[in-house]
């Protein structure tokens, strides 16, 4: 189940980027579940990780990969997260991370792991090196989408984005791919993204970049309020365009940002569309804020609040239920008097109270659709916020209550 999600996209191959597939056959084995991506020399790698103190063994290796080294290879694995495993989930990590430089040369610590499935399974390690070499001999600049594929868990479909900038001499390329429908919320990341772009951008400007996006894009959706153990979001640059270096004063770099933010943007909102169970996508906009702060802490609360969610898949205007949130959010000072929310454009509370011009019939209208904004002003500044969510359905509650069987 997904709302209005539209069929996978053209991906663009990024010049300096290999992408192969294979089915280990980790936890099934109709269709790949073993990912490698190859770089070419010389790229810029930005990342962010997850800030759940449980992170999992391929995060921890990852992150100090990342900062000893100068990564060639990504390793993504999915059907088992190697997380929860304690040391020895450390070392199958480096063991795959051994194995895969062992055949195409180099140091382990120029290989990136990531995993993504159930915890507390360990890691099965021969499994996962025996497929490295069918994995090897598939890499190919338009792997995209078999790796969109390929690292999926409950996810109902891939999702990707594309993009080709003109910045001039010649076109850079922005594609992504990633994966996620529970255990979705802000905290950097929510999700498994690889993202890469042939732009000649370097290190320091492309994690300010990444950063700055994450934060409007996958740090501003949230499924179940879960954040994962396993998170990562990582953005490489092959330098290999021939278009002109991208610095923090050039003219080229707003545009770089605007469309990686583009990217980010529709990969973190095919997430929520895809939510586990979600039958609605819901914008929640909280404006007139003391601050961005303030608007977010409102907006998570109420995207967050089991009651507003499951209002939403019954298509009942319970707007009671935001109103509740909205209050509880912990607004020091707070003059409930200037709060003002609508459905869509219905008008559900002006100035605190239930709105004269409200009727049920228009309410019901709105919780229909399948894509509703909600639009709350707290009337104290200029601080906005929004943030992506999906509805609470049974579908979820079967789900995750069904995961390891």
């Not at 810029?44 to 100068?70: C, E, G, H, M, Y």
């Not at 993504?116 to 070499?133: F, M, Q, S, Y």
């Not at 396993?230 to 770089?256: K, M, Q, W």
């Not at 608007?295 to 967050?304: C, D, E, K, P, Y």
Request: with cysteine; aromatic share 6%; proline share 3%.
């Amino acid at each position: 189940m997904s709302v209005g999600l539209c069929s996978f996209p053209e991906m663009y191959p990024v010049n300096g980027i290999q992408i192969g597939t294979a089915c280990a056959g980790i936890k099934q084995t109709d269709r790949d579940d073993l990912t490698l991506i190859k770089l070419a020399p010389g790229s810029a790698l930005a990342a962010v990780f997850t800030q759940n103190a449980f992170a999992a063994a391929p995060v921890v290796v990852a992150r100090d990969n990342f900062i000893k080294s100068n990564p060639q290879w990504l390793l993504v694995n999915s059907g088992n997260a190697n997380a929860g495993n304690g040391k020895k989930g450390i070392e199958d990590a480096l063991s795959c991370c051994r194995s895969l430089v062992d055949i195409v040369g180099g140091n382990f610590e120029q290989v990136l792991p990531f995993s993504t499935g159930v915890i507390g399974e360990k890691l099965p390690v021969t499994t996962i090196v025996n497929a490295l070499p069918q994995a090897l001999r598939s890499l190919s600049e338009s792997g995209w989408k078999n790796a969109s594929e390929a690292i999926l868990t409950t996810d109902t479909r891939p999702k990707g984005a594309s993009i080709r900038l003109d910045l001039g001499e010649s076109p850079v390329i922005v594609t992504g791919i990633c994966k996620g429908a529970g255990m979705i919320h802000p905290n950097m990341a929510t999700m498994l993204s690889f993202i890469a772009t042939d732009a000649r951008i370097d290190r320091s400007i492309l994690q300010e970049c990444l950063q700055l996006v994450v934060e409007k894009t996958f740090n501003a959706i949230s499924v179940d309020g879960d954040t994962s153990t396993n998170d990562a979001c990582v953005l490489i640059a092959t330098r290999c365009s021939g278009a002109p270096e991208i610095t923090r004063n050039s003219p080229a770099y707003e545009i770089f940002l605007d469309g990686l933010f583009n990217v980010c943007n529709q990969l973190s909102q095919a997430i929520v569309r895809d939510g586990e169970g979600a039958t609605k996508l819901m914008k929640f906009v909280v404006a007139e804020a003391t601050n961005t702060d303030e608007a977010r802490i409102v907006a998570n609360t109420v995207a967050q609040s089991s009651l507003v969610k499951t209002a939403f898949f019954a298509a009942d205007p319970n707007w009671g239920r935001i109103l509740a949130a909205v209050g509880r959010a912990g607004i020091e000072n707070f003059d409930i008097s200037r709060v003002c929310i609508w459905l869509g454009n219905v008008c559900i509370v002006e100035n605190g109270e239930r709105s004269e011009e409200y009727t049920e019939h228009e309410g019901n209208a709105v919780m229909a659709k399948e894509e509703i904004t909600i639009r709350i002003s707290l009337g104290r500044g200029k601080g906005e916020y929004r943030m992506l969510s999906c509805d609470l359905s049974y579908d979820y509650v079967r789900i995750n209550a069904e995961y390891r069987t």
